[in-house]
């Protein structure tokens, strides 16, 4: 009985420390602070890049004037739905695993607009690609209040991150605008697109974490308690 109380003791320090680590700002988020700007960064620049890559397409005349307008539209309804959907689905998954699979599914959704001539399928893979690019900021701002609700500078970190927003919608047709003028091929430009945004879920998946906390001591912590309930 000593053992086990003692036991329980050195768990709950254990995970009190780890929470008051989390508190205090280390290169974990540093790491964290960077991955999350690159991602919403990298949404908001692909997005603006993919309405260049329809222009080209309609300068090349496979799309007209009144399909391009339609495509764009639809995207439009298909993003203020997910806004809608977005809160419940993120706080079931959580922020991580939808910030890296919507970056993955928008990436596969520009390649394949990119291999396709037909207008109703550009519209059904851009509506889509919309509607998970919409869960981009409830993903966010889980991972925000995980990493840094509790720092002493948490809400300026917060705006902070929020300029990626801004950051990708400068950065990503300024140099996709470029690369059209260049490449002169809008196929190739929406390729690279959805290869960037895949490269960027990799990175995520591989280095993104949803909690400074880890989760088998949260497990532990709930041990705990439940121990000691009985």
């Not at 329980?8 to 680590?21: F, I, K, V, W």
């Not at 890559?53 to 739905?81: E, H, M, P, V, W």
Request: charged share 15%; net charge positive; aromatic share 10%.
């Amino acid at each position: 009985m000593v053992n086990d109380q003692q036991e329980l003791e050195e768990q709950e320090t254990d995970h009190r420390g780890r929470e008051n680590a989390a508190q205090t700002w280390t290169s974990s988020h540093t790491k964290t602070f960077c991955f999350m700007y690159l991602a919403y960064a990298t949404g908001m620049g692909t997005r603006g890049s993919m309405d260049l890559a329809f222009f080209g397409a309609q300068k090349d005349k496979i799309l007209s004037l009144r399909q391009f307008s339609a495509i764009l539209t639809s995207g439009t309804a298909a993003y203020a739905t997910g806004k809608l959907l977005g809160g419940p689905i993120v706080d079931y998954a959580g922020g991580r695993s939808i910030l890296t699979t919507l970056t993955a599914l928008m990436g596969v959704c520009f390649i394949s607009i990119g291999r396709t001539t037909s207008p109703i399928m550009m519209s059904i893979l851009w509506s889509f690609s919309r509607l998970v690019h919409s869960l981009g900021w409830p993903a966010m701002s889980v991972l925000m209040r995980n990493w840094f609700s509790d720092l002493p500078n948490g809400a300026f970190v917060n705006s902070v991150i929020s300029t990626s927003s801004r950051a990708g919608a400068w950065f990503g047709p300024l140099v996709s605008g470029y690369l059209l003028e260049t490449l002169g091929s809008w196929k190739t430009l929406a390729t690279g697109i959805g290869s960037a945004s895949i490269l960027v879920s990799a990175t995520l998946y591989s280095f993104l974490k949803e909690s400074p906390i880890d989760p088998k001591q949260v497990r532990r912590k709930e041990s705990f308690y439940e121990k000691t309930a009985l």
